[in-house]
């Protein structure tokens, strides 16, 4: 069965820091993943996606991840984070273009002024 | 576009009452069609999914159970609650399998 695993449960950095947040999952073939972020009293929403080609992909406000399928990850990165940033971050995969779409445990992120 | 509506938004229930959480999306037609659970420490947990009226996957046994009458229309059920049936619920849409899901404002459930 797919599955997801986020390394970090909660990151705690200062503004202007460099930011990385593991993901890996566990399917040998075609993936789809996702990284989508909460931000405090709003809903999930989409930050960047996967599917195919460019295994670099950029979103909103300036994160990218990298899909490494060698490794199986799928990290999301930010070379410089702000106050705004601060959120749970969940990465979430599907496995085999079938019906699901499976999370990680998520990250909680939180910026210091 | 597409909207989706979730309620109620909160909900306060004692230990063996029903459960109803109803779930409808706007703006699209045979969507895939989602519930999650979403608890401090275990991320977003997958219940049931749907890819058509009438079809339900269920991916963790539980209390709770999900129907699909129409198209649009999701929702969750219990006959009758438990304590730890407390979380806060998220209803979700796809346009088809594999693709992007779009959540909607969620329920809290508290069980007491």
């Known amino acids: 069965a797919q599955s997801v695993s986020q390394h970090n449960h909660h990151v705690i950095l200062s503004e202007a820091a460099s930011l990385e947040l593991g993901c890996n999952y566990s399917y040998g073939g075609t993936v789809n993943l996702f990284w989508y972020v909460q931000y405090p009293g709003q809903h999930l929403q989409l930050l960047l996606k996967?599917?195919?080609?460019?295994?670099l992909v950029k979103g909103i406000k300036g994160f990218e991840a990298e899909f490494i399928k060698s490794k199986f990850s799928f990290n999301l990165r930010k070379p410089s984070v702000q106050w705004s940033d601060t959120a749970e971050y969940f990465c979430?995969?599907?496995?085999?273009?079938?019906?699901?779409?499976?999370f990680g445990k998520g990250t909680r992120l939180h910026i210091l002024p | 576009s597409q909207t989706i509506h979730q309620w109620p938004a909160t909900l306060v229930q004692p230990v063996g009452s029903p459960l109803s959480l109803e779930c409808t999306v706007e703006?699209?037609?045979?969507?895939?069609l989602y519930w999650y659970r979403q608890a401090a420490g275990r991320g977003l947990q997958l219940l049931f999914y749907?890819?058509?009226?009438?079809?339900i996957s269920s991916e963790v046994p539980q209390n709770l159970s999900a129907s699909r009458p129409q198209d649009r229309q999701f929702i969750l059920s219990s006959k009758k609650l438990l304590l730890s049936d407390s979380g806060f619920y998220l209803c979700?849409?796809?346009?088809?399998?594999?693709?992007?899901?779009?959540f909607g404002e969620g329920s809290w459930l508290t069980v007491v």
């Open positions: 979430a995969v599907n496995a085999g273009r079938d019906d699901k779409i499976i």
């Open positions: 996967y599917f195919s080609g460019d295994p």
């Open positions: 979700a849409w796809g346009f088809s399998s594999g693709n992007t899901i779009y």
């Open positions: 703006g699209t037609s045979n969507p895939n």
């Open positions: 749907s890819v058509g009226i009438g079809q």
